[in-house]
């Protein structure tokens, strides 16, 4: 039997109608998405591929990359970036109002989307005096070690945001939440860089799927 397209459905069951009607809360996670993908594929409605792409992706559909979206079958890859964008431009308006850290554990909702991420991306968070988060942002992806992040590079955002401190974050895509030597050296590294600057380090995160640990309650800061 052929499926219904989204146009042949009546008014008050499709998902533009229905958000306009009753607010986008009365909406289901397909049909949101659905909205967001804006039509389907060939043979398939928005419906119907919104519905596949959670199935495939499920609750890891946030911290899905491009790349990944496109392995399910009726993304391409303007499909894909249009939800990669709406997950990071909602990202970043969620955490947009100020939170202050006060441990490791306030870290965590910057950090988390990096945890099962299959390449090593180096994060750092820019806070001002009062230790209140002014951004978060990805400075390399790739192995992490010192002869592949320069301290300006880590810096850089600091110094234009005139942050008071930083916080840095990274993944061990192997799960190990071991630091290593280079973990510890490149660490200690930044830590004389900050001094230099002005700038406090107060901790390094290493995140993983099992977990996290702060070099700061190691003794490593």
Known sequence: MQRKRIKDLPDFARPREKLLERGPQALSDEELLAILLG?????????????RILNRAGHRLPRLGAADLTAIEGVGMAKACQITAA??????????????IRGPRDVLPYVQHIADKKQEYFLCLTLNGAHEVIQSRVVTVGLLDSSQVHPREVFADAIADRAAAVILAHNHPSGSLEPSAEDLQFTQQLVEAGKILGIDVLDHIIVTKRGFVSLKEQGYV
Do not use: I, P, Q, V
Not at 39 to 51: C, F, N, P, V, W
């Open 39 to 51: 039509s389907g594929t060939k043979g398939k409605s928005a419906l119907e591929l919104a519905r």
């Open 87 to 100: 997950f990071e431009l909602a990202r970043r308006f969620l955490y947009r109002e100020r939170h202050t």
